[in-house]
């Protein structure tokens, strides 16, 4: 019986570690990666589509 409750909370620990791990990397990843440049994107569409004519609404 011992040995099921230690598969058991060996088996809690490894799927929790998991978890734990990819929550602190996703973090990590995106301050280093993905926070930086939120903006340039919409930034550059707006430079480009400075002087354009508005679309007009048809009644």
Do not use: C, E, Y
């Not at 011992?2 to 998991?18: S, V, W």
């Not at 589509?49 to 679309?55: A, D, E, I, P, S």
């Amino acid at each position: 019986m011992d040995f099921f409750i230690d598969m058991t909370l060996l088996g809690l620990f490894i799927i929790g570690l998991t978890a734990f791990m990819g929550i602190i990397t996703h973090g990590v990843a995106a301050k280093l990666f993905g926070r930086g440049n939120a903006k340039f994107f919409l930034n550059k569409s707006k430079g480009t589509q400075t002087g354009w004519r508005k679309v007009q609404r048809r009644p």
